[in-house]
């Protein structure tokens, strides 16, 4: 008798986690067949994604990354920074000048793509010539470009160059 007893109470507990399991599978795939559906109407888009994206194309806004994100970016490589306004000079883009403990970046705000491509595209000669004019360097300078930012070193620390490199990316020009 209690061999039928067990055997019974197995044989519940096994029909009732197979219906559990199914129960629980096809809300699985419903939920599956969801996400699949939004992933669809995200690529194909709709009226309002159609206008977001041309919105988007017309403005031709550069990335998010900007003079905050810069300074913070410094600070977490354990530089003091102290960013200072200063008067527009080659290009058109508010300037400033970022103090990085001992040294000093000039850091270039943008907000359109537009203007600092063709504001980049009027350096030539390895950075030492700016829309025409001969530009006159304490040192090497090193040029880099992320998002809203131009930024350009006129140093030669190779701590500050390394932590711009590992922050912005290769150098613009390779002087």
Known sequence: MK?????SLLTLATIITVFVSCSTNEKS???TK???EKGKEMITGDETTGKTVKNYSDNKKVSDYNLENFKLDMESKNYRVEIIAKDK???DAPKF?????EDKVSAYDYEELSTLEKDTSAITEKGLVINGTKSSWN???HYYKKGELLIIYDGDDIKIIN???EIL???LYNT
Do not use: A, H, M, Q
Request: no cysteine; hydrophobic share 40%; glycine share 8%.
């Open 3 to 7: 061999k039928r007893v067990v055997i």
């Open 139 to 141: 040192k090497t300078p």
């Open 29 to 31: 795939i419903d939920n």
């Open 163 to 165: 932590s711009l490199y």
């Open 34 to 36: 969801n996400i699949v």
């Open 169 to 171: 990316g290769s150098e």
């Open 97 to 101: 000048e970022v103090e990085i403990g």
């Open 89 to 91: 000079d080659f290009f």
